[in-house]
């Protein structure tokens, strides 16, 4: 998160919000700081339909066992999301999964599993 980012902005938001639109729900939301380690981010733009090519690209043919990990993490969760894809953009993934099948390290064979 940005380091301008923080619970008096959060907070100003909410209850702008709120007097806007009277949703009850939004006074749910907090401001938490979760420090989790290392981590990787890749920003795709353009259609659901061509974020497996990234995928592929950028995240799957890492060396690095967490990015890899990573990469059949977001490919679980595209799978999940777009329910509405066709069957042909998740057929890449397995042509992905097939070929890392054989890494034997913990992270990516349970990822890969």
């Not at 008096?8 to 979760?34: C, P, T, Y």
């Not at 490919?75 to 097939?98: G, P, T, V």
Request: charged residues 40%; hydrophobic residues 40%.
């Amino acid at each position: 998160m940005p380091d301008f980012v923080n619970s008096g902005i959060v907070e100003k938001a909410r209850e702008e919000v709120f007097k806007k639109k009277g949703i009850g729900l939004i006074r749910e939301i907090k401001f938490e700081k979760i420090k989790e380690g290392k981590c990787v981010q890749i920003l795709h733009t353009g259609p659901y339909s061509t974020e497996p090519e990234s995928l592929e690209k950028e995240w799957s043919e890492r060396d690095e066992e967490f990015v890899k990990r990573a990469g059949f993490a977001l490919m679980a969760w595209l799978a999940f999301k777009d329910r509405y894809a066709e069957n042909e953009q998740f057929e890449k993934f397995l042509l992905i999964i097939k070929r890392e099948a054989a890494d034997n390290r913990n992270f990516v064979k349970k990822a890969v599993n």
